[in-house]
């Protein structure tokens, strides 16, 4: 395979490769768990970012609704 007689493939050659894609796999797998957990963080405050707006969006029709009210109580119409 390798023509060059410089360049020996020796068991211990292959074994210090090995170990530095393991070591390159390990930081690998310790940035995806890390981005998984800004992910599921972030997921969760859209969740709760999302209850809030339903809540906002519930009570803006409530006071809509007594605006509605008030505005016919005092025969108030759009012009």
């Known amino acids: 395979m390798y023509n060059d ?3 020996q493939v020796t068991n ?7 170990k530095s894609i393991q070591a390159q796999v390990a ?3 310790e940035d995806v768990a890390s981005i998984k957990a800004r992910l599921t963080s972030l997921a969760t405050r859209v969740g709760i970012v999302h209850t809030d707006m339903a809540l906002v969006s519930d009570r803006l029709d ?6 509605a009210r008030v505005d016919t109580r005092l025969n108030i119409t759009d012009a």
């Open 5 to 7: 007689p410089m360049i």
């Open 12 to 18: 211990e050659l292959m074994y210090e490769v090995l």
């Open 27 to 29: 930081v690998v797998r």
């Open 62 to 67: 409530r006071v809509e609704g007594h605006l």
